[in-house]
């Protein structure tokens, strides 16, 4: 049987690449993890982890490793919890903007969804305007969207920087309007984008409306123009084009937690918690 304690740290190890990080994360001394990943790997009988002076990394034993931890611990903590008579119950209607379904956030949800079999979680993806106005309307019980930094109601998640990309080989006529490819409104990035555009005088019209992650990706794939990205989830097929088609500085966003007064406070604080413990972009 695996050890939950040497599973929970080298969890810590693979989430933050770092066995420093790891330490500080558990509380408990580098030597400490040190000695938890060795016994963990005397244990199966396999290399988990490549480490020189500067990398830590996984073997693919190692990734393999990743999934039937997260497993063994879910199952776990889903187990004390049910037969310890706290476990949780309720309705948690939860939205998230639809790129943040490339991040880490699935495989959070997952978790939660393991940990508190009994919470009936309603997902919702959609853009962050329309997320934050059916919360307001209190369609909603807790949202995960896009802000302008400086913003100061809801929950600290992460921050990130907004990019211009597009395909390779897209060429844009210096002297035309920037072909763009854009949300439908109401969008954040799609008022990010015009704006920036018209406060330098740029001209631009719009090649593609879309309603959804993947549309946008299709189309900027296809060369259809150029689009608005968070930089920390821009796919590895597309690059940024800031410089080389000259448009303007875009800043940085702040991604937020929102939550409705009225929700049930008790898986409502649990799926806050899942979400701010671990790290979200790539």
Excluded at 16 to 34: D, E, K, N
Excluded at 35 to 48: I, K
Excluded at 252 to 272: F, G, Q, V
Aim: proline share 5%.
């Amino acid at each position: 049987m695996l050890d939950p304690v040497l599973l929970r740290t080298f969890l810590a190890v693979a989430d933050t690449a770092s066995f420093t990080a790891a330490a500080a994360r558990l509380g408990i001394s580098q030597p400490t993890v040190s000695q938890h990943v060795r016994r963990l790997e005397e244990s199966v009988g396999r290399r988990l982890f490549t480490r020189d002076t500067r990398d830590v990394r996984l073997t693919d034993n190692g990734d393999a490793m990743t999934g039937f931890a997260r497993s063994i611990l879910a199952a776990q903590a889903a187990a004390e919890n049910y037969f310890g008579g706290a476990a949780m119950s309720g309705r948690l209607r939860f939205g998230a903007a639809d790129d943040l379904a490339i991040t880490q956030l699935p495989r959070i949800l997952r978790q939660f969804r393991a940990l508190h079999p009994r919470v009936n979680l309603e997902l919702t993806v959609n853009q962050s305007d329309v997320l934050k106005r059916r919360l307001a309307a209190g369609h909603l019980d807790l949202v995960f969207v896009k802000d302008f930094v400086g913003a100061t109601e809801g929950t600290f998640v992460g921050r990130d920087s907004l990019v211009w990309v597009a395909e390779e080989r897209t060429e844009i006529d210096p002297s035309g309007p920037v072909p763009l490819i854009v949300y439908q409104a109401p969008s954040f990035s799609r008022t990010l984008a015009i704006e920036a555009l018209e406060a330098e005088g740029r001209t631009w019209r719009i090649t593609c409306n879309v309603r959804e992650v993947n549309g946008l990706l299709a189309a900027v794939r296809a060369g259809l123009g150029v689009a608005v990205f968070p930089h920390s989830l821009l796919p590895a097929d597309l690059v940024k084009v800031s410089r080389r088609f000259e448009l303007p500085e875009l800043g940085d966003i702040e991604y937020r937690l929102h939550s409705n007064p009225l929700a049930a406070k008790e898986p409502l604080e649990a799926l806050t918690a899942a979400i701010t413990a671990q790290p979200i972009l790539r």
